[in-house]
Nanobody
């Protein structure tokens, strides 16, 4: 699976962005999809994940209520709608694919994901 993230950019605090991650191949629905981010000088952190059929989602506490993850299996694409953005949301955002056999209790563990996109930069100005 090859992943291509897009949609990043510069936005003012309080604004919104929608990230997209397009996957190649015919096995997109075999994967739980996740979004992670890495801010300058910080470790990568989990943001959100969605089950293979979109029926379950999981969010980091820092984005809960502001970000929404969704997917369209017909388009092999996962999205991250980001609202009420804060300067601390500034980071490179990565999408990743995790075999759907992994339980939801593991979705926040980046090391378990098999495939990663190249990242898209989100900058939130104050």
């Amino acid at each position: 699976v090859q992943l291509q993230a897009s949609g990043g950019g510069l936005v003012q605090a309080g604004g919104s962005l929608r990230l997209s991650c397009a996957a190649s191949g015919r096995t997109f629905s075999s994967y739980t999809m996740g979004w992670f981010r890495q801010a300058p000088g910080k470790e990568r952190e989990f943001v959100a994940a969605i089950s293979w059929n979109g029926g379950s989602t999981y969010y980091a506490d820092s984005v809960k209520g502001r970000f929404t993850i969704s997917r369209d299996n017909a388009k092999n694409t996962v999205y991250l709608q980001m609202n009420s953005l804060k300067p601390e949301d500034t980071a490179v955002y990565y999408c990743a694919a995790l075999p759907r056999t992994w339980d939801s209790s593991t979705w926040f563990v980046g090391g378990l994901y098999d495939y990663w996109g190249q990242g898209t930069l989100v900058t939130v100005s104050s």
